[in-house]
């Protein structure tokens, strides 16, 4: 029983909440925070306020979970961290000197699966996405109190990733021109040789930000 209670209890908690964990058993130092450079990458469910409010529970869920975890699969495929799952978004992490690259990547091939899911319709094909990613330093620790705590990101560009992801338009991916500028050379023609091009868009009024942000989509062929 306590077994199954505990594997029950990992699915519930991402991949490096674990890691912090296992390195907190032997650094009680690991549970302090610390800064870290990330590609933050949220991903949004369009018109979902829209849909659960006349389905059942059951089918809200299913719908749900679907979506969810198709992108989850992507995003893990290209080496994401998923962060957490706040309702209908997802907030993953990319780590390593190509991580823009793969979140990219994974950005786009999910916003793929979003297209061909109108003719496998392995959920209900109403349902699409808006996609923004962000890069910069975050800070990463333990939030919340003794008693119940989420290790987890926080700071500025985790909101500037979140405020993209919210002017997305659907079946969009945008990026912010930090994570433009972490692209190389053969980036960009890996990127194109898949169908995949980046063009500037526009600037972008955040709130909470002071300047206007220069955003970057990503079109697919």
Same mark, same amino acid.
């Given at each position: 029983?306590?077994? $199954?209670?505990?594997y029950?209890?990992?699915?519930?908690?991402?991949?490096? +909440?674990k890691r912090?964990?296992?390195r907190q058993?032997?650094?009680?130092? !690991?549970?302090?925070g610390?800064k870290k450079?990330?590609?933050?990458?949220?991903s949004?469910?369009r018109?979902? +306020?829209?849909?659960?409010?006349?389905?059942?529970?059951?089918?809200?869920?299913v719908?749900?979970n +679907?979506?969810?975890a198709?992108?989850?699969?992507i995003?893990?495929?290209?080496g994401?961290?998923?962060?957490?799952?706040?309702g209908?978004?997802?907030v993953?992490?990319f780590e390593?000197?190509d991580?823009a690259?793969?979140a990219?990547k994974?950005?786009?091939?999910?916003?793929n699966m979003?297209q061909?899911?109108?003719e496998?319709n392995e959920?209900?094909p109403?349902l699409s996405?808006?996609i923004?990613i962000?890069s910069?330093?975050?800070v990463?620790?333990n939030i919340g109190?003794?008693g $119940?705590?989420d290790f987890?990101?926080?700071?500025?560009?985790?909101n500037?990733?979140?405020r993209i992801c919210? !002017?997305?338009k659907?079946?969009?991916?945008?990026l912010s021109?930090?994570?433009?500028?972490?692209?190389?050379?053969?980036n960009?023609e890996a990127l194109?040789?898949?169908g995949v091009?980046?063009?500037q868009?526009?600037?972008?009024k !955040?709130?909470?930000f +002071?300047?206007?942000?220069h955003?970057y989509?990503?079109? $697919?062929?």
């Amino acid at each position: 029983q306590s077994l $199954r209670e505990r594997y029950l209890m990992l699915r519930y908690i991402s991949p490096h +909440t674990k890691r912090m964990i296992e390195r907190q058993i032997h650094d009680k130092d !690991a549970e302090k925070g610390e800064k870290k450079n990330l590609i933050i990458f949220f991903s949004d469910i369009r018109g979902f +306020t829209a849909f659960s409010e006349h389905r059942s529970p059951e089918e809200v869920i299913v719908n749900l979970n +679907t979506i969810l975890a198709k992108q989850a699969d992507i995003i893990e495929q290209f080496g994401g961290d998923i962060d957490k799952f706040v309702g209908d978004e997802i907030v993953a992490l990319f780590e390593g000197e190509d991580a823009a690259f793969r979140a990219i990547k994974a950005g786009a091939l999910i916003q793929n699966m979003i297209q061909e899911n109108k003719e496998h319709n392995e959920f209900d094909p109403i349902l699409s996405l808006g996609i923004g990613i962000a890069s910069g330093e975050v800070v990463i620790g333990n939030i919340g109190s003794e008693g $119940r705590k989420d290790f987890t990101i926080i700071g500025s560009n985790v909101n500037l990733a979140s405020r993209i992801c919210s !002017a997305a338009k659907t079946d969009e991916v945008l990026l912010s021109s930090d994570v433009f500028r972490k692209l190389t050379e053969e980036n960009h023609e890996a990127l194109k040789k898949e169908g995949v091009s980046l063009k500037q868009k526009g600037l972008l009024k !955040a709130k909470g930000f +002071t300047n206007e942000l220069h955003i970057y989509s990503c079109l $697919r062929d």
